[in-house]
């Protein structure tokens, strides 16, 4: 029934399945384990031979409603929800990978997406190669016979810089390795990466799924055939299964995506014209700017430019830690993506861990500051702002 309805249907009513009570909001199933009627439908159920719930770690129908629901707003054909983005990520990766292969990726990906692949997933084996983001060039340079994963954010966190998916996707497949694609930052009203070429799409369902800063969550989407095997097999076997509870929370979070990425989206553009013209900040890095270096590339492949704004305020790292400190109504929390603004100092905190080498290399300067715009009003924010600017 989902096939032809539009994102906006889909985001309240795909992945509905009502129990025989006919409740019309969608029902948390808090259950680790299912009943089966009689020995043979046991053996039925784990052979693999009949469908249905077996536990909790496998399956479970309000995690179930939360997946369909992201794979129909995706335009994927399955998906996988997991207990927070790292282990979507750490899925993927284990899901598809072996000891012996290699990821291209870039220096501007989530500080602890790149702990994961150059300090953790080096341990076993997988090797990977970061280059900068945009350089189509530098990609294809760095691809080797085992090759066999590009993985990428775009725009990036938090300096907001772009690649051409469909470009890459070209690259990838050239190549035979997978496409992934985390698509945190513009979710699937703004952007969507299997659309342009992407075999993996990734969620840190934490920030705007949710929206509300309440739950952890993560999520796989992509084709039948490439999540059906490793990854739901590491799944199960792993455990790093999201929670009945929390999927419960994503899904309604998913029915009001819509409204809070398009109003939050509308904030962020107006407060990035008004930081780009208050004379003590020298950069803003918004991709619905013109001054955006890829704004061309922005408007061709999202649908709206995020509701993430980066900028560097002259003065460096005492003065952007003015600008923080002298907020009243923004949180000082390194969480995004919520209806509550947030600001943070990316340089000491998200990516506080990295090597100052990679981190300048990422583009994240001690003078930089990150804010991520909520529902608050216009004006608010920038009364806030100006406190430690001016
Ligand atoms: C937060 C974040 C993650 C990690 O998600 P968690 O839910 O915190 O595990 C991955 N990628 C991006 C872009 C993020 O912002």
Redesign the pocket.
Known sequence: MTDKLDLDTLAVRAGIHRSQFNEHSEALYLTSSYVFNNAQQAAERFANREPGNIYSRFTNPTVTAFQERLAALEGGESCIATA??????LTTVMGLLKAGDHIVTSHS??G??VQLFANIMARFGVETSFVALSDLKAWEAAVRPNTRMFYL?TP??PTMELVDIKALSHMAHAAKATLVV?N??CTPILQRPLDLGADIV?H????YLDGQGRV???AIVGSQALLGEGIAHFLRTAGPTLSAFNAWVLLKGLETLRIRMDAQSATALALASWLEQHPSVSRVVYPGLKSHPQHELAQRQQSGGGAMVAFNVKGGQKKAWQVIDSTKVISITA???DTKTTITHPATTTHGRLSDEVRMAAGIGPEMVRVSVGLESLADLQHDLARGLD
């Open positions: 927070s983005g790292m282990s979507a990520i990906i989530f602890a997406s954010e990036s966190n985390d945190c930052f990734i840190s369902a934490t920030k952890l969550g993560g969480n995004l993506g």
